[in-house]
């Protein structure tokens, strides 16, 4: 009989009671985490871990990318920015380019930022606790 891991049942429960946004949410948090490891991992000179945190951001990236829905003008301008974004990673990764791996940075931050706010209000107007006016 196997033992099982209670921190990933855990970790697994938490996942499946998540919103999509919140695991959107996830997803920046972790392309961010990912690219600063990179970085890191650049600058001591560890190719190989460089190359394996700028992949997974990169996966992340090409996740969101699949699973945006690109019925609106917003939509598709987001598929454009993570288009760009992937680029950048790629660069960054390819030709050890620090000035693309910042730029992806600071546009994975900003969307993981916009979206914060996005999940703030959604929240206060599911839950009545919005802002008066």
């Known amino acids: 009989m196997a033992v099982r891991d209670p921190y990933a049942n855990y970790k697994q429960q938490n996942m499946q009671t998540k919103t999509p946004g919140e695991l959107t949410l996830m997803l920046y948090e972790g392309c961010v985490k990912f690219i600063r490891r990179g970085e890191k991992a650049l600058e001591e000179g560890n190719m190989e871990l460089k190359n394996e945190n700028l992949i997974k951001a990169q996966n992340i990236i090409r996740e969101l990318m699949v699973t945006l829905r690109v019925e609106t003008d917003t939509a598709r301008n987001m598929m454009q920015m993570y288009d760009f974004i992937l680029s950048r990673l790629t660069d960054a990764n ?3 380019d620090v000035k693309a791996l910042k730029e992806a940075e600071r546009f994975v931050v900003d969307f993981h930022e916009t979206w914060k706010q996005v999940i703030k209000i959604d929240r206060q107007r ?5 802002v008066q006016g």
Do not use: D, F, I, Y
């Open 94 to 96: 390819t030709k050890n």
């Open 126 to 130: 599911r839950h009545g606790a919005g």
